[in-house]
C-alpha cells in the first residue's frame, strides 16, 4: 500500500510540475485530486484489513473450527 501511494504522489506531481502533460487533466488538478486517490488508497487498505480482523473473530467466537479439523 505504501508503495502504491509513493507512485501515486510521485505521478501526479510529475503532472503539477509539467513533466507530465495530459491534454484533458490541469496540472491545478493534480494536488487535490492526488489527495483524493491517496484517501481512497487508504480506506481501500484499512477496509481489507477489518474485513479479515472481523472474520478472524467469526470464527473464534462461533466454533467453527475444532481442534484437529484440517
Known amino acids: 500500500m505504501l508503495l502504491?501511494?509513493?507512485a501515486s504522489n510521485a505521478w501526479?506531481?510529475?503532472v503539477e510540475l509539467g513533466?507530465?502533460?495530459l491534454r484533458w487533466f490541469y496540472s491545478e488538478w493534480a494536488r487535490p485530486t492526488a489527495r483524493l486517490v491517496a484517501i481512497g488508497i487508504l480506506l481501500l487498505g484499512s477496509s481489507?484489513?477489518?474485513a479479515?480482523?472481523?472474520e478472524g473473530?467469526?470464527?473464534a467466537y462461533?466454533?467453527?473450527f475444532r481442534?484437529?479439523?484440517r
Open 4 to 6: 502504491l501511494l509513493r
Open 12 to 14: 501526479f506531481k510529475a
Open 19 to 21: 513533466n507530465l502533460r
Open 48 to 50: 481489507a484489513v477489518a
Open 52 to 54: 479479515n480482523l472481523i
Open 57 to 59: 473473530l467469526m470464527l
Open 62 to 64: 462461533t466454533s467453527a
Open 67 to 69: 481442534e484437529g479439523d
